[in-house]
């Protein structure tokens, strides 16, 4: 089955040697062609080419995408979109200055998550989970990753990440899957930390891979949550059982994090709100990929992670909603765009690239998706914004999607 785009404004995001990931200054980079039509084959992007040219491919369909520009399907490499309710009685103690730590630490914050989906009923936690997929993905995502961690003991833990698979045949869209049952400790493990990281290790991990519900492993490796020694025994014990690991790091003080995560051979270490030049230092001797999630910034009102710090150093750099409850609820990704140069000083194409090829090498679908290239499935969407990678991040807090197209099929 071949499909022909035709008309298209300007296509955006085109690899015509495709890289693994963008590194420094190739993160300001961005082919596009204008005045273009857009070749499908089987799903798959088939070829590109001018208007202007003689002969357009023969193709099985034509449709015109007459005036419209056209960008490759977004990556959102780090979510927790399933969850019982919004946490809005916390947002207003926060709102007259209680920290998240404070609130976390009063029984609040990732516990009171776990507690609200311990109770819900599966069936309709995956309506409305499945609602916010969907929200995603008129947006403009196409890829996107769920995590575990508001169960914390196994039942609640299995529950969401089988929601998760449901999702994912549900959806056009790809959805990958983490286990994070080191979010948080669970009360009934309030004073044996050790116990709980031994419950997962022994009972939870083999069930999770016993049932294939998850493709990676993650933990919250930071101050008042698993400290650098308990995330290496887990990521460890999960590398051997077959998970790779992306983790969360740095995001409430300089606590090891990223060293764990480089020595585990991590795929992404996510946050990083707090870095140093050591942390820098030791990314770049590895395959890691850093991901800021400038969402969670915003809204905690806490530092963003040094974007430029991280580029001028020549590293890769991603970005992704952390779309949770709590502390970064936005399923945008144009926002988290936005966000990116507003507040983190990136310059459109960089935070372009943040949420699509770099987003995808976080998931290590880069072969897959993040760009507009030959083989790679066809996930695009359309919008009417002219000038779209300046003006998208520019015209904040609207939805500037038309239309979105899965593996070449209106989604
Ligand atoms: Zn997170």
């Not at 001018?50 to 099985?60: F, K, T, Y």
């Not at 575990?148 to 196994?154: E, K, P, V």
């Not at 009972?203 to 492993?217: Q, S, T």
């Not at 930071?222 to 020694?229: I, N, S, W, Y």
Request: aromatic share 8%; net charge negative; with cysteine.
């Amino acid at each position: 089955m071949r499909k022909l785009f035709t008309h298209i404004n300007t296509i955006h995001g085109i690899e015509i040697s495709p890289k693994t990931q963008l590194k420094g200054t190739e993160m300001g980079q961005i082919s596009s062609i204008q005045d273009a039509w857009l070749l499908v084959e089987n799903g798959c992007f088939a070829g590109w080419g001018s208007m202007e040219s003689i002969d357009l491919p023969a193709a099985d369909q034509t449709l015109s995408l007459y005036g419209l520009e056209v960008l490759p399907g977004l990556v959102d490499s780090h979510t927790h979109c399933i969850f019982a309710e919004p946490r809005s009685s916390e947002w207003e103690m926060r709102l007259k200055g209680a920290s998240y730590e404070e609130i976390a630490a009063a029984g609040g914050g990732i516990l009171n998550s776990a507690a609200r989906l311990r109770e819900m009923d599966e069936e309709l936690l995956f309506e409305q989970s499945l609602c916010r997929v969907q929200r995603m993905i008129n947006h403009g995502t196409t890829t996107l990753e769920i995590k575990s961690g508001y169960g914390l003991n196994l039942e609640s833990e299995l529950k969401m990440l089988r929601i998760a698979r449901r999702i994912a045949s549900h959806v056009n869209a790809t959805v990958k899957t983490t286990f994070l049952g080191a979010h948080a400790v669970p009360p009934e493990f309030k004073g044996r930390q050790e116990d709980y990281v031994a419950h997962i290790i022994n009972v939870m991990l083999p069930a999770v891979c016993r049932e294939g519900l998850a493709d990676h492993m993650d933990v919250f490796c930071d101050r008042g949550f698993f400290t650098p020694d308990q995330t290496l025994r887990l990521l460890e014990v999960a590398s051997n059982m077959g998970l790779p690991s992306k983790i969360h790091a740095n995001e409430l003080g300089i606590t090891g994090g990223v060293q764990v995560a480089v020595k585990a051979g991590s795929w992404s270490a996510d946050h990083l709100e707090h870095l140093g030049d050591e942390e820098i230092s030791c990314l770049k001797n590895s395959e890691v990929m850093p991901v800021g999630l400038p969402g969670t910034s915003y809204f905690l009102d806490i530092p963003y992670a040094p974007a430029r710090k991280i580029m001028d150093a020549g590293l890769p750099f991603a970005l992704a909603s952390d779309f949770n409850p709590g502390s970064s609820p936005v399923c945008n990704l144009q926002m988290v765009w936005s966000l990116g140069c507003s507040r983190m000083k990136m310059l459109p194409a960089e935070a372009f690239n943040a949420i699509t090829l770099n987003a995808a090498r976080s998931l290590r679908m880069e072969t897959a998706t993040g760009s507009i290239a030959v083989g790679k499935r066809a996930d695009f969407w359309t919008t009417d914004t002219k000038n779209a990678i300046q003006a998208i991040p520019y015209f904040f807090g609207i939805n500037h999607a038309r239309e979105i197209y899965i593996s070449g099929n209106k989604s």
